[in-house]
DNA sequence: CTCATGACCTGACGGC
DNA sequence: TGCCGTCAGGTCATGA
C-alpha cells in the first residue's frame, strides 16, 4: 500500500510520538511476516534501549535506537502503526508491540503480513546506506536526485518506463499510484521503453514525480482503502488523483476526448490517457 | 546483467 | 445467504 508520501507521513508522525522514549520490552505475536521475524535478535536490539530518531529511506523507515542499533521496518501493502495507552487490547493482525517506559505501547499491524520488522545494527556503509536495506536508488525530492542521472538510469533499460519507475534501484519510494499519476502529468506512455524517453520528457517526468510526491505529503498521502497514519487520520490526496482508479472517465486534460484506460504492465494496473501520453 | 512472471498473505467486492 | 473468482498501494526468487 504506503508509497513515499505515506511512508514519510508516518515517519514523521512515528518520530514526534516516539523520539526519547525507553523501549521496556516487546511482544511478537506473529514473527511470519514476509521475512520471519528474528525474536532473540530484536529483544537483544530493542529491549532497554532509547528511540532516537525515525527517518525515511525509499519505501523503508529505520528506527534509530541508542547504542548503534536500529529498527528496519516496511509497511507491505497493509501494515500500518498505531500508539496505544499500555494495556490497551490488541487487534487481530497485531503482529508486534513494543512496551514504551512512558505507559504507552506501540504497534505493528498488518493483515497481509508483507512488511518486515529487522533489527540491525545502526552503521552506514560507504553508499550511506543504513543496515540490511536493499539497493535503492536516489530519493526523488533530495538534490541527488537530478535530471541529468536520472535519463542516465532510464537509458540503459528497455523495460516500459512505468515497470522501470516501481524498480526501487532507479529512484526510491515510487509506487503503482504515483508512478502513473507523475506519467500522466509528464505526458508520457506508461509502455514507452525506458531508453527512449528524451532528454525533455525526462525533465517533464523529473519534474512531475517531485510534483506529485510532494503535493501528497502535503495531503499526508492517499488513502484508498486500507491506508491510515499514526494517529488514524486519512490521506487526502485521492481527491487530487487524475488517472489512478479511473477507468472510464474522461480524462482530466483533454475532457471527452479521450478515456482513461487501464491495462496490466507487470501484474499491476496501470491507468492513462491514450490521447494525452505519448 | 535485464526482464517477465508467479509467490507470498488476507480481506473486500461483485456475480451467480 | 454463501461460494467463487478477482483484485489490492510491495518485494523477492526464479528462469529465460
Redesign the pocket.
Known amino acids: ?3 513515499l508520501p ?1 511512508v514519510e507521513t508516518i515517519g514523521r508522525a512515528l518520530h514526534l510520538q516516539l523520539v526519547g522514549a525507553r523501549i521496556l520490552q516487546v511482544e511478537v505475536r506473529q514473527p ?1 511476516l ?2 520471519l521475524v528474528d525474536i532473540e535478535a530484536l529483544v537483544a536490539g530493542c529491549v532497554d534501549r532509547r528511540i532516537e530518531a525515525v527517518r525515511r529511506r ?3 523507515l529505520v528506527v534509530e535506537l541508542n547504542r548503534q542499533r536500529c529498527l528496519v521496518l ?5 501494515g500500518s502503526f498505531r500508539i496505544e495507552p499500555a494495556g490497551a487490547p490488541t487487534l ?2 497485531d503482529h508486534v508491540v513494543w512496551e514504551l517506559d512512558d505507559g504507552r505501547c506501540w504497534i505493528f499491524h498488518d ?4 512488511g ?1 520488522v529487522v533489527p540491525a545494527s545502526l552503521s552506514l556503509d560507504d553508499t550511506g546506506r543504513r543496515g540490511p536495506l ?1 539497493e535503492l536508488g536516489p530519493e526523488p525530492l533530495s538534490d541527488g536526485f537530478t535530471v541529468e542521472d536520472f535519463h542516465r538510469r532510464l537509458s ?5 518506463i512505468k ?2 519507475l ?4 532507479v529512484v526510491a ?7 502513473g499519476e507523475a506519467l500522466f502529468m509528464a505526458g508520457i506512455n506508461p509502455r514507452r ?3 527512449r524517453i528524451g532528454r525533455d520528457s525526462c525533465r517533464r517526468l523529473h519534474r512531475a514525480l517531485r510534483e506529485v510526491l510532494t503535493e501528497a505529503i502535503a495531503c499526508g ?7 491510515r497514519s499514526v494517529d488514524g487520520l486519512r ?1 487526502r490526496f ?1 481527491v487530487h488523483l487524475q488517472v ?2 479511473k477507468p472510464g472517465e474522461n480524462c482530466p486534460r483533454c475532457g471527452a476526448v479521450a478515456k482513461i484506460r ?1 491495462l ?6 496501470t491507468f492513462y490517457c491514450p490521447r494525452c501520453q505519448h
Open positions: 500500500m504506503p508509497e505515506e511470519r514476509r521475512r525509499g519505501k523503508y516496511h509497511l507491505g501493502m497493509t487481530p493482525h493483515p497481509r503480513r508483507f518486515c536493499p540503459r533499460r528497455q523495460a516500459p515497470n522501470v516501481l524498480d526501487q534501484r519510494g515510487i509506487g503503482n499510484i504515483y508512478a521503453r525506458a531508453a498521502g492517499t488513502t484508498i482503502s486500507d491506508y490521506g485521492a489512478y482508479g487501464v496490466p504492465m507487470a501484474g499491476r494496473s
